[in-house]
């Protein structure tokens, strides 16, 4: 049986172990993700450049000998994929197996009253594309198995029609592969990848709003497709009447199929959620332990699965006892891992939105279209970061009267403008889930 690319590189870890220490393993492998197997090969990303040179240089020969040793082939291969636009490049130019991330399946989503409206959509899609709900959008929190959803329509309807495009893509990778598409000169063989496939996933279309050009591109893509009898599933943080800054055209089709929500799961399907993935890998759990995280962890399934890997991964390799005192560590671990905006995140993404550059925005250029964005940025710098008056005025090369003044200025435009306001909210928004 095709191991998933989950279950693989888990074997794989268990073969490194006998010949590198936990701590090596923890430093280099920890954020490397399983995006492809086949039956002789292994396609591992990692998000840092220095990462993927030393798993080159010094652990590709162990990875390759472990893979020959678990899949009983020869040559069996490793292939690294670094950074997030490399990523986006391999998966697309792999769409036709997008999802190979098998584990994905209606089989292994754990329902509860959270999500199981949510979840019979999808499955009424992936037995009859395009014929009830087209399209299906399906929102909610980040974390709560969204993704999972998209993926199992796209394995299910592989079984049933195995010749169908299936492309899947973000948002923000949609907007990027046109900017890319747009300086190359090839914005047509963009639109022709994306207007002819059969099934089109779209997660966290939320990033698409306030992106003039991007929603001029995805309007006429999911005309095309819509008009065509295929099939469209988009996810988002929230309903498209939420998204202040999405064009009304867009929204209005957004509208046009089926919208499904997915709340955070109640304490029995924690429960649930956490039996099945210790199950999954093989762990046995003490029943505090398992009370433990379903009171701890309430709102991210993914937070919940993580927490449950983690400690099976300190069990094994670094031979700690599954206790509470574990997962309070490994929760608190957790915790300290959350996304926390930086200026510089917060200064791209208004750049992004308004058309302009992030130099720009931080520098001495007054031209009219940057005023607004600029006060913007440095509300948003003050409200989703600690920084002081000073500090954000240093970013911006600008004292701390004019960072006081941009702060007040957009106070008092979104309390008269509710536009304006939901902008704004939309940017916090976008901001806090990158």
């Given amino acids: 049986m095709l191991l998933s690319p989950n279950e693989l590189w888990e074997k794989v870890l268990l073969e490194l172990k006998k010949d590198i220490s936990p701590i090596t393993i923890t430093t280099w492998f920890s954020d490397s993700e399983p995006i492809f197997a086949s039956e002789n090969q292994l396609t591992l990303y990692t998000p840092e450049p220095i990462k993927k040179e030393i798993i080159e240089s010094k652990y590709q020969p162990l990875i390759q000998a472990a893979l020959r040793a678990i899949l009983m082939t020869e040559p069996a291969s490793l292939v690294l994929v670094c950074g997030e636009t490399e990523r986006a490049e391999y998966l697309a130019a792999n769409s036709r197996k997008k999802g190979v991330r098998e584990e994905y399946t209606f089989e292994n989503f754990v329902v509860g009253n959270s999500n199981r409206f949510a979840q019979a959509a999808a499955m009424a899609v992936a037995t009859k594309p395009a014929v009830s709900y087209n399209p299906l959008f399906i929102y909610g929190p980040s974390g709560l198995g969204k993704t999972h959803l998209l993926y199992a329509i796209a394995n299910e309807i592989r079984t049933v029609h195995p010749d169908f495009s299936i492309l899947y893509i973000k948002g923000d990778e949609f907007t990027n592969e046109l900017i890319t598409s747009i300086q190359n000169g090839a914005v047509e063989p963009f639109r022709e990848k994306y207007r002819k496939a059969d099934l089109f996933l779209v997660d966290d279309i939320q990033f698409i709003a306030g992106k003039e050009r991007t929603q001029e591109e995805f309007f006429h893509t999911f005309n095309t497709l819509h008009e065509a009898g295929r099939q469209i599933v988009l996810t988002s943080d929230r309903p498209p009447r939420e998204m202040y800054t999405l064009e009304d055209r867009l929204r209005t089709r957004f509208e046009w199929g089926l919208l499904a929500d997915i709340q955070p ?168 889930d990158k």
């Fill in 265 to 432: 799961p109640d304490y029995e399907t924690r429960v649930a959620i956490i039996s099945k993935k210790a199950a999954k890998l093989l762990l046995q759990l003490p029943p505090d332990v398992t009370d433990y995280l379903a009171s701890a962890i309430k709102n991210n399934v993914r937070q919940l699965e993580g927490a449950v890997k983690k400690i099976g991964a300190l069990h094994e390799l670094m031979n700690q006892d599954i206790t509470v005192r574990l997962a309070e560590q490994v929760v608190s671990d957790i915790a300290s891992e959350v996304h926390k905006a930086t200026p510089d995140h917060i200064i791209s993404e208004v750049a992004g939105v308004y058309g302009v550059s992030a130099a720009a925005l931080v520098g001495k250029n007054k031209s009219k279209n940057l005023v607004v964005p600029r006060q913007i940025a440095m509300y948003l710098v003050r409200n989703l970061t600690p920084l002081s008056l000073p500090d954000i005025g240093k970013e911006f090369n600008k004292d701390h009267s004019t960072v006081l003044y941009a702060i007040n200025k957009v106070e008092e435009q979104m309390q008269a403008e509710p536009e304006f306001a939901g902008r704004v909210k939309d940017l916090i928004k976008n901001i806090q």
